[in-house]
C-alpha cells in the first residue's frame, strides 16, 4: 500500500536538479533529531488540516525528500517490495523493519510505516509486530485491512463482551457494586471525549475522503446510547459527560 495523507507541504527549499550537489547536506544533518523528538515533530502537524507524505523506497529518496522541504515521510510497502524484485506483500517482517529503521536512520525527519497487514496471525501477533515497528523509529504504524482488521474486531467484540460479564459478577454483592459505580463515576467522564471534538477539522478532511463514514458527535453518541443501555440494565448509572467542542 502506498500511504499518503492529504495537507499541502512547506515550500521547498531545492529544486531537484540541485539535490546532486547538495545532498551531502542532507547526509550530515541526519540524526540529528531523537526519535522523540520526532515524534513530537509529527504530532504536531496534525494540529492544522492535512499534509503530504512522500512515499521514499530507499535511504537515497529519502534524503532526498528530505531536502526538498517535506517535514515527514511515509514509507511504500510497494514501493520496497518492487525496489527489491519482489511483490507487494513478498515481503517478510525482518525484512521490513531493517527497511524502516534505515529510513529512519536516514534523514531527521518522522516516518509513518507502510507495515502492510501487520505480519500476524492474531491480535497478539500484531501486537507484537507493532511493538517493533515503533522500536524501528517509526512514529506511526498503518496496518492494511487485508486481514488485520478481521483479526481485531472479533477480539474487541470479546474484551467488551468479557467487561459486560464481568460487571454481571460484581453487582451481585453490594460492596461490588458500589466499587464499580465509583469506577464509573470516576472514569466516564473522559471517554467521549476520546471520539474527538465537534468542530474537529479533520473530521470533515476524513469524511471528505471516505476514511471515516460517521461524524465524531454520532460516533459519540451511539457509544454513549450503548453505555446507557448496558449500566442501566445492570442497575448503574452514568455521570454527565462535558461535550467535546
Not at 515533530?41 to 499534509?51: A, P, Q, S, V
Not at 518522522?110 to 512514529?139: C, K, M, Q, W, Y
Not at 453487582?171 to 466516564?188: M, S, V
Request: hydrophobic content about 40%; aromatic content about 10%.
Amino acid at each position: 500500500m502506498d500511504s499518503v495523507s492529504p495537507r499541502s507541504v512547506a515550500e521547498p527549499t531545492a529544486r531537484v536538479d540541485d539535490v546532486d550537489d547538495q545532498i551531502h547536506w542532507s547526509i550530515e544533518v541526519a540524526k540529528m533529531r531523537t526519535t522523540r523528538q520526532k515524534r513530537a515533530d509529527f504530532r504536531k502537524l496534525h494540529e492544522n488540516g492535512c499534509f503530504v507524505l512522500p512515499n521514499p523506497w530507499d535511504v537515497g529518496t529519502a534524503r532526498i525528500f528530505q531536502h526538498l522541504g517535506f517535514s515527514a515521510l511515509a514509507s511504500t510497502s510497494a514501493g520496497f517490495a518492487w525496489s527489491t524484485g519482489r511483490p507487494d506483500y513478498g515481503l517478510v517482517r525482518d525484512d521490513v523493519l531493517a527497511h524502516l529503521r534505515s529510513l529512519s536512520a536516514a534523514t531527521d525527519l518522522p516516518v509513518n510505516a507502510d507495515f502492510e497487514s501487520g505480519f500476524g496471525a492474531d491480535i497478539g501477533e500484531l501486537s507484537e509486530s507493532v511493538r517493533l515497528a515503533v522500536e524501528a523509529g517509526t512514529r506511526m504504524v498503518v496496518i492494511d485491512s487485508l486481514n488485520g482488521y478481521q483479526h481485531a474486531m472479533p477480539e474487541e467484540r470479546f474484551h467488551a463482551q468479557f467487561g459486560e460479564d464481568f460487571t454481571a459478577e460484581l453487582i451481585k454483592t453490594p460492596n461490588g457494586k458500589a466499587t464499580l459505580q465509583a469506577a464509573i463515576d470516576e472514569y466516564f467522564p473522559y471517554l467521549p471525549s476520546f471520539f474527538g471534538g465537534s468542530k474537529s477539522r479533520n473530521n470533515e478532511i476524513f469524511r471528505k475522503w471516505n476514511i471515516k463514514q460517521r461524524t465524531n458527535d454520532e460516533m459519540r453518541q451511539d457509544f454513549l446510547k450503548r453505555a446507557t443501555e448496558v449500566t442501566t440494565k445492570y442497575g448503574l448509572t452514568l455521570p454527565e459527560v462535558r461535550q467535546a467542542a
